[in-house]
C-alpha cells in the first residue's frame, strides 16, 4: 500500500539553512547544547519510527475501523494500534518536548514539530490518539494547580495516560457560549458534571490505561454566554492519593461517529452523568485556559495537513514514474517502451509540482512557527518573548487554514495523478483525500479561522502584528532587491506586500460602516495572507539554493525549479482573491434568505 520515507533531507534544509535553528536555540539558555548532529539524529529515529511502525497500520486501519461495545461502553482500535502505542510510549516519544520535572527530554518544540509532521504523514488517524495529550499537557502546565500538575502531568509526558478535549455539543458546534453541560460543586473541592459532548476525537480508546478529558462546563452561578464557561479535569479513571487508579468515573462513549474518513481514530459522542472532575484556572474562566489547548490543536491540524501532502506527494511521484500511458506530445521519452511515463505529462508535473511546492512551503512555515514558540516560551528577553507571541498569534489561523485548504486541493490533485487507480481503495490514494477533508473543519473551521485573523488578529488591534511582520518582508525585499538574479523572487512578494497591506486598509473602512465586509472578505483574505507568508519564505529559500546551485548537489536546482512553479502558477492567484475579497457583501447578502 504505497509508501513513506520521511523527506529529512528538506527537513534538514529548512531548520539549518533556511531558519538557523541551531543558533536560534543557542540564544536560549535551556537549549544551548543542542546542536545539528542531535537534531539530525533524532529526526532519523523519528522517521524510522513512522515509516516501519505506523505508516504500515495507516490503510489497515482504515478499512478496519474501531468497535464501540455499547454494553461496557469501551472502544477497540484497529489491529496494531494498541501495540504501535506501546512502541511509541517505549520509545520516550511521548515525552520528547515536555518538561524535564515532569519526566519530559526537554528538548525544542520544533523538534516535536518535525516528528509530528513525520506521524502526520506516516498514520494521521493513530497520531490522533497521542496527539492531543500534549494540548492537554501544555493547559494542565500553564494553568494547573500544583496538586493537578503533580498528579496528571507526569503520566501524559510519559504517554501512559492519554488526554482530550470536550468542548462542543449537539445543538451548538462552534458556537461554545451556548454550551449546558452543568457542573454542580460537591463542598470537597470536586464537581459532578452532566452533560453530552460530540466530537471527540480519542474520547475511547484501548491504547493507555487511563484518558483525562478536559470539559467544559457551566457552574450553577454561571453567566449566560462564553463569559460562563468553566473548564475542568474529568478522568476515566479517577486517581487514589497514591497516584494508582480508582474507580470508574461515569463518563463514557456513547457511540461512534461514522465518518468520510480518520476511521482509524474513534470519534467518540461522549456521555457524562455526574462525572467527578476537578476546575482547571478560574471560575468563568474555562474559554481562557481551553485556549492553550485549541492553539496548540490549531498548530496540530496545520501539521495534519502537511502531512497529508507529502505522502500523496511521495506515492503519486512513484506512480508517475511507473505508470506508462501514451507519447509525450515532443515524441517519445522511453522509445524501448510501449508507452511513456506519464510523469512526461505537462499536467501531470503540474499535479506533482503543486502538492511538492504546497508541502515545502508548509514545512517552512510550520517549521518557523515552531522556533517562535520555543523563543516565546524561554527566551531571556520578554521583549523579544513578547514579539514572537504576536507573530505565533498571527500565524497560527494562516497554518491552520491556508495549510489544510492547500492539502485538500494538494491529495486531489496526487490522486488525479493515478487516474482511475486513484478512485479505487487498494492504491490508498483516496483515503489521504478523505482523510484531508475533516482538517478544513474541525478545530475551528477554516471560515472561522479567516475571521480570526482578519477580525481579531488584525483589525482589532488595527494591523500592528501585520505591520510588524510585513517589516521583516520589506526588509528582505530591501536587501534583495538590487539582486538581478532575485528579482524573480523579490518583485512578486513586494508587490503583493503593497497589495495586501492596501486591501487591508480598504476592509478596515468598509467595517466601520458594515460589519459584514469582514465575513465577506476573510477566506480569500486569508489566502493572500498565505500567500504572502510563503512567498516570503520561498524567496528567502531560493536566495540559498542560488548560492548553492552550481554545488552539485541537486538538490538546489530541484528546489528552485519548485520555487518558479509556485510564483509562476500558485501565487497568481493572489489576484483573483484580491478582487474577491474587493467585491464587498452585497453580492452575498443581498438576496433574501427565503428566496434562495
Not at 505508516?55 to 484497529?78: I, M, Q, W, Y
Not at 474518513?261 to 461522549?270: D, F, K, L, Y
Request: aromatic content about 8%.
Amino acid at each position: 500500500m504505497g509508501q513513506y520515507i520521511a523527506p529529512l533531507r528538506d527537513m534538514q534544509f529548512v531548520l539549518h539553512e533556511l531558519l538557523g535553528v541551531e543558533a536560534e536555540l543557542k540564544a536560549l539558555p535551556k537549549y544551548e547544547e543542542i546542536d545539528a548532529d542531535i537534531i539530525n539524529q533524532v529526526m532519523e529515529e523519528a522517521g524510522k519510527f513512522c515509516s516501519e511502525v505506523i505508516f504500515p497500520l495507516n490503510h489497515s486501519g482504515d478499512r478496519e475501523g474501531c468497535h464501540h461495545d455499547k454494553a461496557t461502553h469501551s472502544v477497540t482500535t484497529p489491529k496494531g494500534f494498541k501495540e504501535a502505542y506501546k512502541q511509541y510510549v517505549e520509545a520516550g516519544w511521548p515525552a520528547l518536548s515536555c518538561d524535564p520535572e515532569y519526566g519530559g527530554q526537554g528538548l525544542p518544540l520544533v523538534m516535536n514539530n518535525s516528528l509530528y509532521e513525520m506521524m502526520n504523514s506516516a498514520n494521521q488517524a493513530w497520531t490522533m490518539y497521542p496527539g492531543l495529550s500534549h494540548g492537554a499537557y501544555e493547559c494542565l502546565h500553564e494553568h494547573g494547580t500544583p496538586e493537578q500538575k503533580a498528579q496528571f502531568l507526569p503520566k501524559l509526558t510519559s504517554g501512559e495516560w492519554t488526554g482530550t478535549m470536550c468542548l462542543t455539543e449537539p445543538h451548538c458546534g462552534t458556537d461554545l457560549g451556548m454550551l449546558r453541560s452543568k457542573a454542580e460543586p460537591q463542598g470537597d473541592g470536586t464537581y459532578k458534571i452532566t452533560g453530552a459532548k460530540i466530537f471527540i476525537s480519542a474520547g475511547e480508546h484501548d491504547c493507555a490505561e487511563n484518558i483525562i478529558h478536559l470539559v467544559l462546563a457551566r457552574l450553577p452561578d454561571a453567566p449566560e454566554g462564553s463569559k460562563g464557561i468553566s473548564l475542568f479535569l474529568v478522568p476515566k479513571f479517577l486517581v487514589n492519593a497514591d497516584g494508582s487508579l480508582g474507580a470508574r468515573n461515569p463518563i463514557f462513549c456513547g457511540a461512534i461517529e461514522e465518518k468520510m474518513g480518520i476511521h482509524g481514530n474513534s470519534t467518540c459522542q461522549m456521555n457524562l452523568d455526574g462525572a467527578v472532575g476537578t476546575l482547571i484556572g478560574q471560575p468563568h474562566k474555562g474559554l481562557n485556559a481551553m485556549f492553550v489547548f485549541m492553539n496548540a490543536a490549531r498548530l496540530g491540524v496545520g501539521m495534519q495537513g502537511l502531512g497529508l501532502t507529502e505522502v500523496a506527494y511521495q506515492n503519486a511521484l512513484i506512480y508517475a514514474k511507473d505508470r506508462i500511458q501514451m507519447r509525450s506530445l515532443s515524441g517519445p521519452k522511453a522509445p524501448d517502451k510501449p508507452a511513456d511515463p506519464i510523469i512526461v505529462h505537462a499536467d501531470v508535473r503540474r499535479m506533482l509540482l503543486t502538492a511538492k511546492a504546497w508541502a515545502e512551503g508548509g514545512r517552512a512555515l510550520c517549521s518557523h512557527a515552531a522556533i517562535l514558540l520555543d523563543k516565546e516560551l524561554n527566551h531571556p528577553d520578554e521583549d523579544v518573548r513578547k514579539e514572537c507571541a504576536d507573530e505565533v498569534a498571527l500565524l497560527t489561523p494562516i497554518i491552520k487554514a491556508f495549510i489544510t485548504d492547500n492539502a485538500w486541493t494538494a491529495t486531489s490533485e496526487c490522486l488525479q495523478v493515478y487516474g482511475g487507480h486513484g478512485y479505487i481503495a487498494e492504491w490508498g490514494m483516496e483515503q489521504y483525500v478523505r482523510d484531508a477533508r475533516i482538517n478544513l473543519i474541525y478545530e475551528g473551521t477554516n471560515t472561522v479561522q479567516s475571521l480570526d485573523l482578519l477580525g481579531r488578529k488584525i483589525l482589532q488591534d488595527n494591523g500592528a502584528k501585520l505591520r510588524k511582520f510585513g517589516a521583516k518582508v520589506q526588509a528582505f525585499v530591501e536587501e534583495n532587491g538590487t539582486d538581478e538574479a532575485m528579482s524573480e523572487f523579490v518583485t512578486p512578494l513586494a508587490d503583493l506586500g503593497d497589495k495586501l497591506t492596501k486591501l487591508t486598509m480598504e476592509i478596515g473602512m468598509k467595517a466601520f460602516q458594515n460589519p459584514d465586509e469582514v465575513g465577506a472578505a476573510a477566506v480569500p483574505y486569508l489566502r493572500v495572507a498565505g500567500h504572502l507568508v510563503y512567498s516570503y519564505f520561498f524567496a528567502q529559500m531560493a536566495k540559498i539554493a542560488l548560492a548553492k546551485q552550481d554545488s552539485g548537489d541537486t538538490f538546489y536546482k530541484a528546489k528552485l525549479a519548485t520555487i518558479r512553479f509556485y510564483f509562476a502558477r500558485l501565487y497568481p492567484e493572489t489576484a483573483m482573491l484580491i478582487r474577491q475579497a474587493r467585491s464587498g457583501s452585497a453580492n452575498l447578502l443581498s438576496l433574501e434568505a427565503e428566496l434562495f
